[in-house]
């Protein structure tokens, strides 16, 4: 049975940073593509970045550009998202999910169009992320 947990959010001030984690059970982190999406309350879901199967190129948000870093771990099985440079406007839910053997064309859905009906295979409960002085 696949599971992605999500961990590392929390409390942060603006101007602050974390780093999520998101690691995959039952499964091989490298045959997947990993998207890390976001909600805020009220607002609809949107992607924040992407890291593809196998060579793990990796895309993101406009507003995430220059903000994040997605990186991959294969011997921990997991994906991380580094966030700097935090603002309020960052406040919400962000979970992972992931699609088997996804590439290019699933990342640019799940992170350059933020499409709302990409499908994946699993994703995780989430981990909230609070931006607040």
């Known amino acids: 049975q696949v599971q992605l947990v999500e961990s590392g959010g929390g409390l942060v001030q603006p101007g602050g940073a974390l780093r999520l984690s998101c690691t995959v059970s039952g499964a091989i982190v490298d045959y997947y593509a990993i998207g890390w999406f976001r909600q805020a309350p009220g607002k609809e879901r949107e992607g924040v970045s992407c890291?593809?199967?196998?060579?793990?190129?990796?895309y993101y948000a406009k507003f995430a550009k220059g903000r994040a870093t997605i990186s991959r771990d294969s011997a921990k099985d997991t994906v991380y998202l580094q966030l700097n440079n935090l603002t309020p406007e960052d406040t919400a839910d962000y979970f992972c999910a992931a699609s088997l053997g996804g590439g290019a064309w699933w990342c640019t859905e799940v992170a350059e169009r933020s499409t709302l009906d990409i499908q994946f295979d699993y994703r995780g409960q989430g981990t909230q992320v609070t931006v607040s002085s």
């Open positions: 890291l593809t199967s196998g060579e793990g190129e990796s």
